[in-house]
């Protein structure tokens, strides 16, 4: 399991360890209604007990209940601290949709407990889903987030159509935004000339890449990706189905940056 120092020590003095998300919590110090009912109702926290808390961007919150509402947990904080990430990087992963969305949802969940920072939905010429319920998704990632133990939730995107993610993040476009430090993959199935993801990754640089659909990405849009400087790769000898690639990509790129 990934969990950040800080939870390791308070771990080490408390048997019920559980992470609460409080995106607010530097403006009010009172869980949310569906934080509160799982904190007094189902856990069973009571007045002064100790509970461990998060923003979703990366700082942990050590703190006391003043209050166990089971709507509005009121609570104090007793310290606060900025959690490293356990990777250097930031992982972007682009996925067309699988048409069965629960193994979609399977890919998320993954991927937030391995650590991606962020999730674009794809929307290419063979996808097979071309709808999406992201609020379904978000609290999946929030779920993932909260089992896992890490202060950073990745963000999702909404479903992207393939040209406007060229737009975005074609090179001219990113030199204009000075974000050239970024390696772009398109991982693909054509016999093409390619090499391995794990060969071509390089340490200390953020990364984007493309996982398509399980009719793969069509001809035109990988030319349309290496003319925009994406790198053709392929994700080892096996073919891999969607949300398969999509965490050996993430898992490949996160353990060759841990820290």
Known sequence: MRMCIFCCNFAQNWDRMYLFYTPDIETSHFLSEEESAHCVRVLRYDRGDEILLTDGRGTTYH???TNPHPRHCEF????????VKTHNIYL???IAPTKNIERLEWMVEKCTEIGVDEITPLLCRFSERKNLRNDRLEKIILSAAKQSLTPYLPKLNPLTDFATLMETYGDEAMRRRGEEAMDKFIAHCYKDEK????DELRKGRDVLILIGPEGDFSEQEVEQAIAQGFVPVGLGRSRLRTETAGVVACHTAVLLNEE
């Open 63 to 65: 703190a006391r209940i």
């Open 76 to 83: 104090e904080i007793l310290s606060q601290e900025k959690q």
């Open 92 to 94: 972007h992963v682009a």
């Open 195 to 198: 090499r391995e993801l794990k």
